[in-house]
């Protein structure tokens, strides 16, 4: 069974540039999450997507994030302009919206700002 | 509101030692509780979970006990191989927040030959 799929899997970019990171939850979810994880903060939520409407992006950091889910099949996280600070790992995640459902994480976006 | 606690780490284990890392959590209503594992490089991987009071998950020899007493959920394993190596992450959930997940912070385990 195909999992959470992510990509890219490594990102190295300059300062200034946009930065776009893809997700494709698995098939039937409906619920799609995205996370930060760092050493400093450890694993943090962004947003989250219910039948492809943002519920929550109370995390999201400031407005150079931005966050969309056209269709169920995909999701994107975008920064605009990228910043050194913004280096990170950034996870998606899917799940069933129903109780007890667990979420499924994808392997993830390796990102370097220089 | 909804939160966990867990243990600090790092936690240093020899191999076939007994490993217990804690978890407790606040929680507003009837949450279910997940155990994650990360190996380096990789996502979070569910390990086990409880969805009531007194449910056992268990899970490749580990294994959590859903204590609503004590509020608590650690996870325990009886003999830790090095590739159990990694950082576990407790979390839970509730029915009312949209599937919305709280983690810990996450404690990382090595264990030695």
């Known amino acids: 069974d195909a999992g959470v799929i992510q990509s890219p899997r490594h990102e190295v970019t300059e300062m200034g540039q946009e930065v776009t990171l893809r997700c494709k939850p698995i098939s039937g979810h409906n619920s799609l999450f995205w996370y930060r994880q760092t050493m400093m903060r450890g694993l943090e939520l962004l947003i989250y997507f219910n039948n492809n409407v943002p519920i929550d992006d109370s995390g999201m950091p400031e407005d150079r994030f931005s966050a969309k889910m056209p269709n169920a099949s995909f999701s994107t996280l975008k920064i605009q302009p990228s910043e050194p600070r913004d280096s990170a790992v950034y996870f998606c995640a899917s799940s069933l919206t129903r109780d007890n459902q667990p979420q499924h994480f994808g392997d993830g976006t390796r990102l370097s700002i220089l | 509101g909804n939160s966990v606690t867990q243990m600090e780490g790092p936690v240093t284990l020899s191999e076939e030692a007994f490993l217990t890392i804690n978890c407790t959590y606040t929680?507003?209503?009837?949450?279910?509780l997940f155990w994650y594992v990360q190996y380096p490089g990789e996502g979070l991987q569910l390990l086990l979970k409880?969805?009531?009071?007194?449910d056992k998950g268990s899970n490749k020899g580990f294994e959590a006990t859903y204590r609503k007493e004590t509020t608590s959920f650690h996870l325990e394993k009886g003999s830790v191989q090095v590739s159990d190596s990694a950082v576990y992450f407790c979390?839970?959930?509730?029915?009312?927040?949209?599937?919305?997940?709280?983690f810990g912070t996450g404690t990382s385990l090595t264990v030695i030959p």
């Open positions: 929680a507003t209503g009837y949450p279910s």
């Open positions: 979390a839970l959930s509730e029915s009312n927040t949209g599937n919305q997940f709280y």
């Open positions: 409880a969805t009531k009071a007194d």
